[in-house]
């Protein structure tokens, strides 16, 4: 059959299947393990090289992607089979996991219909593109007994597990608090003046799957280069969650994973901007965020403009770039990468240093043959709620307003560690003649939210809550799995 005809299927078809995997039952390796890549133009193509001779099949909605990929492997002489849309993909018995890398939007609905199928799920980071739909992947292997791991690879580096354990012990004393980086260079993406015209070999239903059907304004090539809608779909709220949640979230979860801290802070404020230039981007490229912990508060920095308008190089924060900094009673810990991490005293000398990294996908393919989810480094909880994190920030900055700069500073005055944070983001956005200054407001002052972290609702916040998830475009719902686990327990009881 030609993959074009694969469009022909419907949800419900994926959704009804409910097969169950060849590795329901603990194998004994993971040799024969068939695993399908859904996307693979850009972070995909090291899952692909990652799982070698376990891939089976290959799924991508652009046509000229799904093409070149698939001639790659018949050269090689591995056989693989095509699709376009993935909900028939999931209907072959064969399969048995899959590895998303799909724009982050519809995640959670590949993860969830792939468990229903009886598919385990490698899926990339944010595991969601809002807190409700990464509770429902969550519920989902839970329901459908699946193996499912998230895209957050530090996870996996015995040296960042070795540093951690050290912290969380007291090596440094008690810790005082926790700041994560990412300062990553973001240009301009452009902007269109006219819609944007999906290509005919790209299947624009498919692509925009849950999201809303609304119009864009970003011109054909995309900020690196490429084609649209590739790439620039993160620096849209509708498809993607900014850089926060697109590198952020690695650091996002190392630094909880630092605090040792297992669910949602109590409280989150976020204060940012799109600035230093004018673009069809609507996310924040400059973006600092508290999540206060009341053991050890959190601090989160987004810059996506360089040093300087002159220069090309990144700010660092004591030693963290693309990283993060980790304060204690008796020295600090800097984690600059995924692999590696360095305590000091308060005088700077060197106390430990760790550098070791591990295999994700690895990690995954054996917990598959184990049949047993305790052996993941980020079992999917671990991903949805360092994702959950990024998405509470992003919540605040969406319901804040544009205030002056005065009164922001007055209105978080009464914390130090935020103040020095929010002085930091003034300074660098000073070096790129960014009007900070002036009476007329520039930055926007997100919403203080309280956060029931049993729930992971928003307290007393309606307008919070309508962001917590999404209207579903149909029919591309993601299935309320926790409700049906709410069903069931009522029933049994």
């Known amino acids: 059959m030609h993959r074009r005809h694969f469009l022909e299927t419907t ?5 009804a299947a409910m097969t169950i995997g060849r590795h329901a039952q603990a194998a004994a390796s993971t040799d024969d393990i068939r695993v399908a890549q859904i996307g693979f133009r850009g972070q995909g193509r090291g899952h692909l090289e990652k799982l070698g001779k376990h891939i089976v099949a290959l799924c991508d909605v652009d046509e000229k992607v799904l093409d070149k ?3 790659q492997y018949k050269e090689k002489g591995q056989k693989v089979e095509l699709f376009t849309d993935f909900r028939k993909l999931l209907q072959r018995k064969d399969i048995d996991a899959v590895s998303i890398a799909t724009p982050n939007h519809t995640h959670a609905l590949i993860t969830v219909l792939a468990a229903q199928a009886g598919k385990d799920v490698y899926v990339e980071k944010p595991a969601s593109h809002n807190i409700w739909e990464g509770r ?12 499912i791991q998230c895209g957050t690879q530090s996870r996996s580096s015995p040296a960042l597990k ?3 354990e050290f912290v969380q012990s007291g090596g440094l004393g008690a810790i005082r608090y926790a700041v994560g980086t ?10 269109s003046e006219t819609a944007f015209q999906f290509p005919s070999h790209i299947h624009r239903d498919l692509w925009i799957g849950p999201a809303a059907d609304e119009p864009f304004y970003r011109p054909a090539r995309n900020s690196q280069g490429g084609e649209n809608p590739h790439y620039d779909w993160h620096w849209d709220y509708n498809t993607g969650n900014g850089d926060l949640g697109n590198q952020g979230i690695h650091q996002m979860d190392i630094a909880r994973w630092f605090l040792g801290e297992p669910n949602l802070a109590p409280r989150t404020l976020s204060i940012g901007g ?15 965020t508290l999540h206060a912990y009341e053991k050890a508060p959190l601090v989160f920095e987004v810059r996506g403009l360089p040093r300087s308008a002159s220069s090309g190089e990144m700010d660092r924060y004591r030693g963290s770039q693309i990283g993060v900094f980790v304060q204690c009673e008796k020295g600090y810990v800097v984690i600059p990468s995924y692999s590696e991490a360095t305590a000091f005293d308060h005088e700077g000398r060197q106390v430990k240093h760790w550098q070791q990294g591990g295999d994700h996908h690895d990690n995954w393919l054996e917990a598959i043959a184990a049949r047993d989810p305790q052996k993941l480094n980020a079992e999917i909880e671990v991903g949805h709620r360092s994702s959950a994190l990024c998405h509470t920030a992003n919540v605040s900055y969406r319901l804040g307003k544009k205030l002056p700069t005065p009164e922001i500073a007055e209105r ?3 914390d130090e560690l935020l103040s020095v944070a929010f002085d930091r983001m003034l300074g660098h956005l000073r070096a790129h003649g960014v009007a900070v200054d002036g009476s007329e407001p520039v930055l926007t002052m997100g919403e203080w939210l309280t956060v029931d972290p049993a729930t992971e609702s928003f307290v007393g916040n309606d307008a919070a809550n309508e962001l917590r998830t999404r209207q579903y475009r149909q029919p591309f719902e993601v299935p309320d799995i926790e409700r049906e686990l709410a069903t069931q327990a009522a029933a049994a009881s």
């Open 162 to 164: 070795q540093a951690a």
């Open 69 to 71: 990929q698939g001639q």
């Open 274 to 288: 799109r600035l230093g230039y004018d673009d069809a981007g609507n996310t924040a490229n400059t973006q600092i």
């Open 412 to 414: 978080i005055a009464y």
């Open 182 to 191: 990412c300062y990553k260079h973001r240009p301009s993406i452009g902007k």
């Open 11 to 15: 949800l419900g078809t994926a959704a």
């Open 136 to 147: 429902q992947m969550v519920a989902a292997a839970q329901r459908y007994g699946r193996i």
